[in-house]
């Protein structure tokens, strides 16, 4: 399968992609319900991401991870496999710039496929840890009514963008992916060994339609292997199955306020959150 989008420099420095490129990448989403595109950002920015979150989490071994997942909602922290965690991450330091979630390249191919009107809906990191088993084959979400044959004829309404914080290998567990499986009725059950998966490197954004099946693979490595997940979505949609318990976005107000103003309305689900959470503190809920 040939999902991988090369981003030349120019169209990097440019933020917009050119448009051979552009209609590659979308015949691809549509085709494979996932496209790899390599070097949307600078290797720089990772790494200083992957620096702060270091020094968030870096002192976190598998075993504190699944301690602090096991107290009281809202928490944070979730347990989503062996040695797996996912995190929503405080958009804050070097997470909250913009040219992160608002990547003037990844926002104008994004609103080529979701509408001008699409949001910023969660904002999350999974982590797995050294000795990390194999993730459940699932799908982000399941199907919205239930029934195979309007799902399946649905324009996508959401992607979730992966943004690798260190070069990940077939040692370190890349996620898998089934080509295709955003039009599968919702019954198969593919076969582990029948995934595809390739090496995902520092400044590649990985975009998969939220019907395609996917999963963890092992961490036979030696280190951590942080992945950050931002998902993007039609205004009508929001991710209510997956953030029980928890916020999926972690933005405070005066965060947003800095916001500049073509930014702000991609964030408008972190300001209501950050809102409702002010409002439950102030009401001692």
């Not at 809202?74 to 040695?83: F, M």
């Not at 390249?105 to 969660?122: A, E």
């Amino acid at each position: 399968m040939d999902w991988v989008v090369a981003v030349s420099p120019d169209e990097r420095g440019a933020g917009v992609l050119h448009p051979e490129t552009q209609a590659s990448a979308l015949g691809k989403l549509r085709q494979y319900g996932c496209v790899l595109l390599r070097g949307v950002y600078e290797p720089a920015l990772i790494d200083a991401l992957h620096a702060e979150f270091s020094a968030r989490y870096g002192g976190l071994d598998a075993h504190r991870m699944k301690a602090l997942a096991q107290r009281p909602p809202p928490n944070p922290i979730l347990e989503v496999g062996d040695a797996r965690f996912e995190i929503t991450v405080a958009i804050t330091g070097v997470f909250a710039r913009p040219d992160l979630y608002a990547s003037p390249l990844l926002r104008r191919f994004l609103i080529g496929v979701l509408g001008p009107d699409m949001r910023l809906s969660g904002f999350t990191s999974v982590v797995s840890h050294p000795g990390a088993t194999m993730q459940h084959v699932h799908r982000d979400h399941a199907f919205l009514f239930g029934d195979n044959d309007p799902a399946l004829n649905l324009p996508i309404y959401a992607i979730n963008t992966s943004v690798p914080l260190i070069d990940v290998d077939a040692l370190t567990g890349p996620t898998a992916i089934w080509p295709g499986s955003h039009t599968w009725p919702q019954q198969i059950a593919p076969p582990p060994q029948t995934a595809f998966s390739v090496p995902f490197l520092r400044g590649d954004a990985i975009l998969m339609d939220y019907r395609t099946l996917h999963t963890g693979l092992p961490n036979r490595g030696a280190r951590a292997r942080p992945i950050l997940y931002m998902v993007y979505a039609r205004p009508w949609f929001f991710d209510e199955v997956n953030h029980v318990g928890r916020t999926s976005l972690d933005m405070p107000l005066e965060q947003f306020a800095q916001l500049p103003p073509d930014v702000q309305p991609l964030l408008s689900r972190a300001y209501s959150q950050a809102m409702r959470a002010r409002w439950h503190l102030a009401a001692g809920r």
